[in-house]
């Protein structure tokens, strides 16, 4: 390797030594190996400094521990050890196509960027309901592909598991701030300064996700209040695709009164929706399975961030609680 490698992987890590270890095979099976990575363990009681001395070699993997202080403060670390040109961020539960380094340097031959980045999709081989999970994640029809599709009904904002930016851009806007929609938070800073951002919808990552659709709504149920958050720090930053869930869980609630306690027709949206969703996952995985777990991983995501949505706005926007949210920020920093 050399001593200034393209690209730095920079990895925060918190008790998934199974996954930093997948992660690590993938990178060694790249077809285009000019970086290095820096696996950043963010105090985890089981860390993974044993599987990165065993696989590391081939993924050019340096180990960083460090006391427990957050994801955002991981990825910190690990941006000031980096060498690299461009500063390339994964999450530890994903898994990277081979061709993946040689699809990014061939796009940005084509068309330099400050900042891009990419889907995320489900393996062939992972489990039915981590491909429901990225379905339902991923889906026009329940997210509005804002998460890196080539339709989406927002303009693309890079998600840290599959972002990149230059040096340049980290000596400008600084580092990732500890907060919840912390990727979403520095690529519209980086947006912000005048920085060019970009898709590369070639450049996907296997995402592995949640394991169970508990772990999932608790995940969903956090992007939605974020939103909240971002909205208070970015006014106009919010737009109608992001409320687009909350309404649903309120028109649904209705719907459902309505049909239980009016006619069982009230319910026939219901039915309709979840016949699209269906025919939509079995056609994008030709898996009977994973469509018929996509139809409950949707009403998971929507209601989990719907409601999350609600009540983060009742509270911050009608009830004014936690409205300082820049001063809670910089107190999180040490400022």
């Known amino acids: 390797m050399t001593e200034h490698p393209r690209y730095s992987i920079i990895v ?131 997210t509005g592909g804002i998460r890196g599709r080539k339709h989406s009904m927002e303009k693309f904002t890079p998600r840290s598991f599959n972002m990149g930016f230059t040096r340049r851009v980290a000596e400008r806007v600084g580092g ?67 409320a687009l869930p909350a309404v649903a869980v309120i028109v649904g609630a209705l719907l459902l009164a309505a049909g239980i306690f009016i006619s069982p027709w009230m319910l026939l949206p219901f039915g309709i929706y979840a016949l699209a969703l269906f025919a939509d996952c079995l056609i994008s995985t030709r898996s009977l399975k994973v469509s018929m777990l996509a139809v409950p991983a949707s009403a998971v995501q929507i209601i989990g961030y719907g409601t999350g949505f609600i009540r983060a706005y009742i509270n911050v926007i009608l009830l004014g609680k936690g409205r300082d949210i820049e001063a809670e920020i910089a107190i999180r920093r040490g400022k």
Not at 77 to 82: D, N, R, T, V
Not at 193 to 207: D, K, M, T
Not at 211 to 225: A, L, P, S
Request: glycine share 6%.
């Open 176 to 242: 990732f701030r500890e907060m919840f929609s912390e990727d979403i938070d520095i690529s519209t800073r980086i947006r912000n300064a005048g920085f060019s951002i970009g898709l590369i919808p070639e450049a996907e990552v296997w995402h592995k996700r949640r394991v169970d659709f508990g772990k999932f709504f608790r995940q969903v149920h956090v992007f939605g209040m974020s939103r909240i958050t971002l909205h208070l720090l970015y006014p106009g930053s919010l737009k109608a695709v992001h």
């Open 12 to 142: 925060p890590v918190y008790n998934r030594s199974d996954e930093v270890a997948d992660l690590l095979r993938s990178l060694d099976a790249q077809t285009e190996k000019d970086f290095e990575t820096i696996i950043v363990e963010d105090g985890s009681p089981l860390p993974c400094r044993k599987v990165v001395e065993e696989l590391g070699h081939g993924a050019n993997a340096r180990y960083i521990f460090r006391q427990n202080e957050g994801r955002s403060y991981a990825r910190n670390a690990g941006i000031e050890q980096a060498r690299g040109e461009y500063l390339i961020f994964f999450d530890s539960d994903c898994v990277i196509p081979p061709d993946y380094f040689a699809i990014l340097s061939r796009a940005l031959r084509e068309n330099p960027l400050d900042c891009f980045g990419g889907p995320d999709a489900a393996n062939k081989n992972f489990t039915p309901v981590q491909r429901a999970i990225s379905f339902a994640m991923t889906s026009l029809l329940t």
